[in-house]
């Protein structure tokens, strides 16, 4: 008797069951409709990661030391930038000399993709540095600063 | 009456509550350590690690250049002392470590080096080099471990051992031509040298050509202006800026 009596509390245990998968299943269907926004953290990592990679990339062809020590190739480098970059990523590269750190030895001739206020105006700028020993027989090293921002 | 018999379910009713809690819970605890990784930056420090080796390498190499080019122009006795007293490597490697820091601050980049001595092919402050004989050859041999701090990577060992060897195969002195094998580390052959790779003591190199031979896998044919003298010294140097000088008879 006691047995039969408690088998009428079995539904709401069961209807809570239910509710509690509707309520979730419902929580998991609007978060996958959901468009959520950039986070800036995320984006800039995306960025950080996508400049390492070109670096590497273009270091282990062995076309960016030699693009970075000859002046009269730094158009080269900003096209070669601009193919391996997705078209809405911009950027704006600085070279120093390691031991004399003041002046890029670019300012007169900037490297970069977009205007120069995309840079400043931009909350999420990625910074990435590089830094090459040198050519041929000679220690000379210079630190590459890239700047991206997505468009 | 029935209300009273209906408050029996409520312990299950909050029984189940705490399960779906605990479910749920249990649930965002795995979604977080299975995004972790994601978020986290491992492809940018593996880059870094990877750069940070290739460059390290490549330093070594210029090094090798810069010493091989020490005493270019004296011969004998006086270019092997230039060359034995040559701490470039040492140098270099020691404002290596101060420039990777300027470059990467904040990652607490450290790296640290052991330059080879003695061994059997009696290394000096990481260098060797037996040149003016038959087969020749420059090299350097320096070990590497880096630490970045900031993702607690330690002790991540590597080695550089650039070597460029040049071997004459053949140069009768009835002819115009000598043949040399050109090789480079793990006896690699060394590719796409042309005219301006080699040099010949007292005389116009006009022509080299590169073709199979089962010994050497790849030799290059110099072809001289003029018959060529029974000791004859060839100069090679490769893309990388290493020098070689080998003598034949």
């Known amino acids: 008797m006691r047995v039969m009596r408690n088998t009428k509390g079995q539904m709401r245990v069961i209807e809570t069951i239910l509710a509690s998968f509707i309520f979730f299943s419902a929580l998991t269907f609007a978060n996958m409709l959901a468009v959520l926004p950039s986070s800036p953290k995320y984006e800039i990592s995306d960025l950080e990661r996508m400049g390492h990679s070109v670096f590497h990339d273009l270091d282990e062809q062995g076309i960016l030391s030699r693009f970075v020590y000859n002046e009269t190739e730094w158009g080269e480098l900003a096209f070669a930038l601009m193919i391996v970059f997705q078209p809405d990523v911009y950027f704006d590269l600085t070279i120093y000399e390691v031991h004399t750190q003041d002046q890029p030895i670019n300012q007169h001739f900037p490297i970069r993709f977009g205007a120069p206020e995309v840079f400043t105006a931009s909350d999420s700028t990625a910074s990435v540095s590089y830094i090459l020993p040198g050519q041929q027989a000679e220690y000379s090293p210079r630190i590459l600063i890239l700047q991206l921002v997505r468009g | ?249």
């Open chain 2, 1 to 249: 009456m029935r209300i009273v018999r209906n408050k029996k379910g409520q312990f299950i009713l909050i029984a189940v509550m705490m399960i779906a809690i605990m479910i749920v819970s249990i649930g965002a605890v795995l979604h977080s350590a299975g995004t972790y990784y994601r978020y986290e930056q491992w492809e940018e420090y593996i880059t870094l690690v990877e750069h940070i080796k290739f460059n390290t390498i490549r330093l070594v190499e210029i090094s090798l250049a810069n010493f091989t080019t020490c005493g270019n122009n004296s011969t004998g006795m006086h270019a092997y002392a230039l060359r034995m007293y040559n701490s470039t490597l040492k140098d270099n490697l020691n404002q290596w470590q101060n420039d990777l820091r300027t470059a990467y601050p904040g990652y607490g980049v450290i790296l640290a080096y052991e330059l080879a001595d003695g061994t059997n092919i009696d290394y000096f402050q990481g260098f060797a080099s037996k040149w003016d004989e038959t087969v020749s050859y420059s090299t350097a041999n320096a070990t590497f471990a880096l630490n970045i701090t900031s993702v607690g990577l330690t002790g991540f060992r590597f080695m550089a051992t650039p070597l460029l060897s040049l071997a004459i195969v053949n140069a009768s002195a009835s002819t115009d031509e000598i043949i040399v094998a050109v090789t480079q580390e793990d006896e690699m052959p060394v590719l796409k040298l042309e005219r301006d790779n080699f040099q010949v003591d007292g005389l116009n190199v006009t022509n080299v050509a590169s073709s199979y031979d089962p010994d050497y896998v790849l030799v290059y044919t110099i072809k001289c202006d003029s018959n060529i003298p029974a000791a004859v010294t060839v100069r090679v140097r490769d893309h990388r800026g290493i020098q070689v000088i080998a003598r034949s008879g």
